[in-house]
């Protein structure tokens, strides 16, 4: 059947016909969304994990069990997983295990714009990359043969542009293949050195077998136009290219990213005057095609950062494609803030009344950097909060315990903040932790986590108790704020970091658009009463502007929450 399809929910069909049963990730833009698709299917089990690391192993341990299996996760999930990536590629496996990763040039909902495929190249794993939702349903399946093929886990690469964008598919009907029987094999599945040695030139006869394949295998194409121009290419950049130069051009079109063929490359070149890499963010294709000895043109005139587009690559490579498209004058700027209602808002704005240091992490609550608020003064990765507090305190000491606080969400807490929040009370800094527990994992468009209480399904599911946790983790100061109550969060942020202690304050209150989340009557501005001292304005609430020189409230955005109401001295709104 022909439909429709995003690029992310054509991956996840792949998934269903290929006869895949286990699926295990962690949500990340712009990943997200095979995980929540595939779910849809009740002959698939998924799960989200607590992160990529444990997603992987889980996809791991399915696939040893004889059943395909499957993780999702961006870029920088990929980071986190690395540690059973590039030992499964030892290993091998038994039934078809296949990775995607997603990645985001242009940096669009990410805090790097590296490229996974150093990571393919690192772990010695086949890599392939769809340039469109069709490509993303045939690679999927074609990803669980040649990882059975060649004994190997497979990655498929996504890009945001693919991930999000639609394309016509066409469905056909699930094959589900027989199950491996498990097979008890310690040289191949434990790998203590002794053993890991003897698998190291395995791997690297099974990539000399996969460079032979790339050269004459589905996933890449020749399409052969005016031979003046040859472009090696691949993914999002095919389709730009192909809009550029239609049959102007001869395209060697790249699926099939790690390892690149040698064969296949040459004989192109050989049939064109000039060749041309198209390729995003690092130059890997245009690296091979030297070491073979190519002359090409690549990123002495393409940019190494963000994303290309048809218009981009027409100015880069002197092709006039017509009359382009314009919006006229500019759109007026829009910071990115906090939704009107969010939880995290008055926790913030208590911090930055407080003049605290403020290290943060992964999540809608990184916007706490933003102004008005400012409120938080770094973000590294996923967990890295805690660790950076304990770290900064041990290196200042009383200089900074009393004033310098980590934040974190729940699921990131979760996803790694544990491991950070263990060396704090295993070696004892004096250090303040906020858990921001909003509920759900916000950033990425509510998804469930293991504080939740709720699995990928909304069934009901195992629930970690926070407070629990950091009791039995050794902490003994353990309070709970309502992030609506600004007296409270001051009262409780200003004896915490005043205690000569480890402590912890969990800022509880579900996300504002959650559902479920009954809301109060939006509040109105008695005019009479406003000076237009503007003191509500600090709070970055998008429901909150100035008229006339007097507070406004949109009562399509207001959801009464309270929180300017605790700030106005005059009470005008009401």
Same mark, same amino acid.
């Given at each position: 059947?022909?439909?429709?399809?995003?690029?992310?929910?054509?991956?996840?069909?792949?998934?269903?016909?290929?006869?895949?049963?286990?699926?295990?990730?962690?949500?990340?833009?712009?990943?997200? #969304?095979?995980? #929540?698709?595939?779910?849809?299917?009740?002959?698939?089990?998924?799960?989200?994990?607590?992160?990529?690391?444990?997603?992987?192993?889980?996809?791991?341990?399915?696939?040893?069990?004889?059943?395909?299996?499957?993780?999702?996760?961006?870029?920088?999930?990929?980071?986190?997983?690395?540690?059973?990536?590039?030992?499964?590629?030892?290993?091998?496996? =038994?039934?078809?295990?296949?990775?995607?990763?997603?990645?985001?040039?242009?940096?669009?909902?990410?805090?790097?714009?590296?490229?996974?495929?150093?990571?393919?190249?690192?772990?010695?794993?086949?890599?392939?990359? /769809?340039?469109?939702?069709?490509?993303?349903?045939?690679?999927?399946?074609?990803?669980?043969?040649?990882?059975?093929?060649?004994?190997?886990?497979?990655?498929?690469?996504?890009?945001?542009?693919?991930?999000?964008?639609?394309?016509?598919?066409?469905?056909?009907?699930?094959?589900?293949?027989?199950?491996?029987?498990?097979?008890?094999?310690?040289?191949?599945?434990?790998?203590?050195?002794?053993?890991?040695?003897?698998?190291?030139?395995?791997?690297?006869?099974?990539?000399?077998?996969?460079?032979?394949?790339?050269?004459?295998?589905?996933?890449?194409?020749?399409?052969?136009?005016?031979?003046?121009?040859?472009?090696?290419?691949?993914?999002?950049?095919?389709?730009?290219?192909?809009?550029?130069?239609?049959?102007?051009?001869?395209?060697?079109?790249?699926?099939?990213?790690?390892?690149?063929?040698?064969?296949?490359?040459?004989?192109?070149?050989?049939?064109?005057?000039?060749?041309?890499?198209?390729?995003?963010?690092? /130059?890997?294709?245009?690296?091979?095609?030297?070491?073979? &000895?190519?002359?090409?043109?690549?990123?002495?005139?393409?940019?190494?950062?963000?994303?290309?587009?048809? $218009?981009?690559?027409?100015?880069?490579?002197?092709?006039?494609? &017509?009359?382009?498209?314009? +919006?006229?004058?500019?759109?007026? &700027?829009?910071?990115?803030?906090?939704?009107?209602?969010?939880?995290?808002?008055?926790?913030?704005?208590? +911090?930055?009344?407080?003049?605290?240091?403020?290290?943060?992490?992964?999540?809608?609550?990184?916007?706490?950097?933003?102004?008005?608020?400012?409120?938080?003064?770094?973000?590294?990765?996923?967990?890295?909060?805690?660790?950076?507090?304990?770290?900064? $305190?041990?290196?200042?000491?009383?200089?900074?315990?009393?004033?310098?606080?980590?934040?974190?969400?729940?699921?990131?807490?979760?996803?790694?903040?544990?491991?950070?929040?263990? $060396?704090?009370?295993?070696?004892?800094?004096?250090?303040?932790?906020?858990?921001?527990?909003?509920?759900?994992?916000?950033?990425?468009?509510?998804?469930?986590? /293991?504080?939740?209480?709720? =699995?990928?399904?909304?069934?009901?599911?195992?629930?970690?108790?926070?407070?629990?946790?950091?009791?039995?983790?050794?902490?003994?100061?353990?309070?709970?704020?309502?992030?609506?109550?600004?007296? #409270?969060?001051?009262?409780?942020?200003?004896?915490?970091?005043?205690?000569?202690?480890?402590?912890?304050?969990?800022?509880?209150?579900?996300?504002? +658009?959650?559902?479920?989340?009954?809301?109060?009557?939006?509040?109105?501005?008695?005019?009479?009463?406003?000076?237009?001292?503007?003191?509500?304005?600090?709070?970055?609430?998008?429901?909150?502007?100035?008229? =006339?020189?007097?507070?406004?409230?949109?009562?399509?955005?207001?959801?009464?929450?309270?929180?300017?109401?605790?700030?106005?001295?005059?009470?005008?709104?009401?």
């Amino acid at each position: 059947m022909k439909q429709l399809m995003l690029g992310n929910k054509a991956l996840a069909r792949g998934l269903y016909e290929a006869g895949c049963s286990v699926v295990s990730s962690y949500p990340g833009t712009p990943s997200t #969304e095979v995980t #929540e698709e595939a779910a849809k299917y009740d002959e698939i089990y998924c799960e989200w994990a607590p992160n990529e690391k444990v997603a992987m192993e889980v996809a791991f341990g399915a696939s040893l069990a004889g059943k395909r299996s499957f993780c999702g996760m961006k870029h920088v999930g990929l980071n986190v997983a690395a540690d059973p990536l590039y030992t499964c590629s030892y290993t091998g496996v =038994n039934a078809g295990f296949v990775i995607c990763v997603a990645d985001d040039p242009g940096m669009h909902s990410s805090q790097n714009e590296q490229d996974s495929r150093h990571h393919a190249i690192a772990a010695k794993v086949p890599m392939v990359e /769809p340039a469109d939702s069709q490509e993303a349903i045939d690679f999927t399946k074609l990803a669980y043969e040649m990882s059975e093929k060649f004994d190997t886990p497979v990655i498929i690469k996504m890009v945001t542009r693919v991930a999000h964008s639609q394309s016509i598919v066409n469905t056909v009907d699930r094959v589900v293949p027989p199950v491996v029987p498990y097979e008890k094999n310690i040289a191949k599945y434990v790998m203590m050195p002794g053993n890991a040695i003897r698998r190291h030139p395995i791997v690297e006869e099974r990539t000399r077998k996969l460079i032979e394949y790339a050269n004459d295998c589905p996933f890449n194409k020749v399409e052969m136009g005016d031979t003046e121009l040859g472009i090696i290419t691949s993914s999002t950049s095919y389709q730009y290219a192909k809009e550029v130069f239609g049959e102007k051009a001869s395209i060697l079109k790249l699926g099939l990213v790690n390892p690149l063929p040698d064969k296949l490359i040459l004989d192109f070149a050989a049939k064109v005057d000039k060749l041309v890499i198209i390729e995003e963010l690092d /130059p890997i294709i245009e690296n091979h095609c030297k070491v073979l &000895g190519l002359t090409v043109t690549g990123k002495d005139i393409l940019p190494m950062e963000g994303e290309f587009s048809q $218009n981009l690559i027409a100015q880069k490579l002197g092709v006039e494609i &017509g009359q382009v498209k314009s +919006l006229g004058e500019p759109l007026p &700027g829009r910071p990115p803030v906090m939704c009107a209602g969010c939880p995290h808002r008055g926790l913030f704005y208590t +911090l930055s009344k407080n003049k605290c240091t403020v290290l943060g992490d992964i999540g809608c609550y990184t916007l706490g950097a933003v102004a008005p608020l400012s409120a938080m003064e770094m973000t590294l990765c996923m967990g890295a909060s805690i660790s950076s507090t304990h770290g900064f $305190n041990k290196a200042l000491g009383k200089e900074s315990e009393g004033k310098t606080v980590a934040v974190i969400g729940d699921s990131t807490f979760m996803h790694s903040g544990m491991t950070g929040l263990a $060396n704090v009370a295993y070696n004892q800094s004096n250090s303040t932790i906020i858990i921001l527990d909003n509920s759900i994992t916000g950033m990425t468009g509510h998804q469930q986590n /293991p504080t939740t209480g709720y =699995n990928i399904k909304g069934d009901p599911a195992g629930k970690i108790d926070l407070e629990a946790l950091c009791r039995a983790m050794g902490f003994e100061r353990i309070r709970v704020v309502d992030p609506y109550n600004l007296a #409270e969060c001051d009262k409780a942020v200003k004896e915490e970091l005043a205690a000569d202690a480890p402590s912890i304050i969990i800022s509880r209150r579900p996300c504002a +658009l959650l559902k479920y989340v009954k809301h109060s009557a939006p509040l109105k501005v008695a005019t009479d009463k406003c000076v237009g001292c503007k003191a509500c304005m600090k709070i970055g609430c998008p429901a909150i502007s100035i008229k =006339n020189g007097k507070a406004c409230v949109d009562a399509t955005l207001c959801v009464g929450c309270g929180v300017c109401q605790q700030m106005c001295k005059f009470d005008a709104l009401q």
